[in-house]
């Protein structure tokens, strides 16, 4: 079955402190992954794409094959970095399965 | 920007009765659309996947005679809930993708239906 498990509800950093968002996933075959934000009253979007190898907004996320793990980076933490945080793998036909999200809270 | 739009953002209707959710891509034509549910607190659960033209295809566990899907062009597809019941009381999300971008999916705002 594919799942996809993001660790932490909630997580909190100061402003300035690197960050780290878990997500672990279980999919047969070669899934594309992704990661999904959604910022305080704003509908979902797009952040970045694995296969992509870009870096957004600071952020950039590493697929790990032997740990099937996609963390999302980001090396200081900026306040505006606060929203919901979504690990999405997809397989055919663009579904997504989403994780169960991690909110991001940074502190001042 | 790729926009999809949600129709209506809010709606309360009563035991029994049928309600219809609108998705829209306001600026390109969506050769698929999907719908999801979200509960509060909890991550996007995916109902169907709809083509233009073509039946849906539901997620196990999905009643689609409860679901209604309708994808009748390439800019529209609605969400029918049928004899509602309060327990089908949820936000539901709809997203759209494009030709130009096929992976990337653009997210209505949501609609929150209330069932009394």
């Known amino acids: 079955a594919q799942r996809v498990t993001q660790p932490e509800k909630l997580l909190s950093v100061f402003k300035g402190a690197p960050v780290e968002l878990k997500c672990n996933y279980s999919?047969?075959?070669?899934?594309?992954l992704f990661w999904y934000v959604q910022y305080s009253r704003q509908r979902l979007q797009l952040l970045l794409r694995?296969?992509s190898r870009e870096s957004i907004k600071g952020f950039t996320a590493d697929l790990n094959k032997g740990e099937t793990s996609f963390h999302l980076k980001k090396p200081f933490a900026q306040e505006e970095d606060s929203a919901m945080y979504y690990c999405?793998?997809?397989?055919?036909?663009?579904?997504?399965?989403f994780g169960t999200g991690t909110q991001l809270k940074v502190e001042l | 920007g790729a926009v999809v739009s949600q129709h209506p953002s809010r709606v309360i209707c009563k035991s029994g009765t049928s309600v219809k959710i609108e998705c829209r891509s306001l600026?390109?034509?969506?050769?698929?659309m999907f719908w999801y549910r979200q509960f509060p607190k909890q991550s996007l659960m995916l109902m169907a996947t709809?083509?233009?033209?073509?039946?849906?295809?539901?997620e196990q566990g999905v009643e689609k005679d409860k679901f209604l899907i309708n994808h009748a062009s390439l800019t529209l597809s609605t969400l029918t809930v049928t004899s509602a019941h309060p327990e089908d009381s949820s936000f539901y999300i709809c997203?759209?993708?494009?030709?130009?971008?096929?992976?990337?999916?653009?997210f209505g705002p949501g609609t929150r239906l209330t069932v009394t």
């Open positions: 694995h296969i």
């Open positions: 709809s083509n233009e033209g073509s039946k849906a295809t539901y």
């Open positions: 600026d390109f034509q969506a050769t698929t």
């Open positions: 999405a793998p997809t397989g055919g036909g663009n579904k997504l399965t």
């Open positions: 997203s759209a993708i494009g030709s130009a971008i096929p992976y990337e999916q653009y």
């Open positions: 999919y047969s075959g070669s899934p594309e």
